[in-house]
């Protein structure tokens, strides 16, 4: 039986800061009032101006990126710089099953993904802001031509972390990311970037109260002493119905929020931090993540 090593670091990462305002009102009190230690700027958003005000004024709020190739909203660069990522429009594809039959069939070119994603870190670089981690909307960056691209630009920028997702339920979905999840881990540790471990890719827009206690309790059962649970609270407004994914994000806010979700990160073996933080602190891992039990 794998028993919690106390005091391990708990980074909870909000993702999406930029979609809307509510989004980004939501990720603000769930880190003032909740658990909520690290966000993802999507910065192909409408809203990343008023993130990134957010951002500035919340100093105790990590911050990394959320890299787009898919999605509502369009690329940072125009359609003739990055013509194999978009359609007639000018448009991603709206899901990533779309990117990787395009991908998978030799259509889109990676110098594209490079110049694109690279236009997005420097949106959020150019306004200051020091990344602590890089992960995609979609988890994208699970496919090959993608992962090079990214962790190439991780150390470029001297960013320290790309999200390893992985997921825990079963069917063919699953099996696919782990595939795709095992390949990246090599990949990272090829490049010295640490691995660690994650949930929250099974629970998306779903993470309630009993939803957080399993992925607590399945990131207790991993080993290293630093892991990553994604949320993606809410708070809905006037732009929410632009985004029909189906997203609980206020049961979010509410679970991230709530009265007993601190003492079941400290009953997990837990103590809550950002990816980075000052050198005394635990270094992230660097092995595998393990499977729940």
Do not use: C
Not at 32 to 50: K, N, Y
Not at 53 to 64: D, N, Q, R, V, Y
Not at 93 to 112: E, I, N, Q
Not at 203 to 223: I, N, S, V
């Amino acid at each position: 039986m794998t028993h919690p090593v106390p005091g391990r670091r708990l980074v909870v990462n909000a993702d999406d800061l930029g979609l809307t305002k509510g989004v980004n009102r939501a990720i603000r009190k769930a880190h003032l009032e909740g658990i909520v230690t690290s966000t993802s700027l999507l910065t192909v958003a409408r809203h990343h101006a008023d993130a990134i005000s957010m951002l500035e004024a919340t100093p105790t709020l990590a911050a990394g990126l959320h890299l787009a190739l898919v999605g509502e909203d369009p690329p940072v660069l125009s359609a003739r710089e990055v013509p194999t990522l978009v359609d007639r429009r000018g448009h991603f594809p709206l899901g990533y099953r779309a990117f990787v039959a395009r991908a998978a069939t030799g259509r889109v070119d990676p110098a594209d993904i490079r110049r694109e994603l690279d236009a997005q870190i420097q949106v959020a670089t150019s306004a200051g802001l020091s990344l602590s981690h890089l992960d995609s909307h979609q988890h994208v960056h699970l496919w090959p031509s993608v992962a090079r691209v990214v962790i190439d630009l991780a150390r470029t920028h001297g960013i320290g972390q790309v999200r390893l997702p992985r997921a825990h339920g079963r069917g063919p979905i699953a099996t696919g990311v782990n595939v795709l999840s095992s390949r990246l881990a090599a990949r990272l540790r090829r490049a010295d970037l640490p691995r660690i471990p994650y949930a929250g890719l099974d629970e998306a827009g779903a993470m309630d109260e009993a939803a957080l206690r399993r992925a607590f309790a399945a990131l207790g059962a991993t080993q290293g002493p630093v892991a990553e649970v994604n949320v993606h609270p809410g708070e809905l407004d006037e732009e929410s119905p632009r985004f029909d994914w189906g997203y609980r994000w206020e049961d979010e806010l509410a679970a991230l929020i709530g009265a007993t979700t601190r003492a079941d990160v400290t009953a997990a073996g837990f103590v809550l931090g950002p990816f980075t933080t000052d050198p005394s602190s635990p270094a992230p891992s660097t092995t595998d993540p393990g499977a729940p039990p």
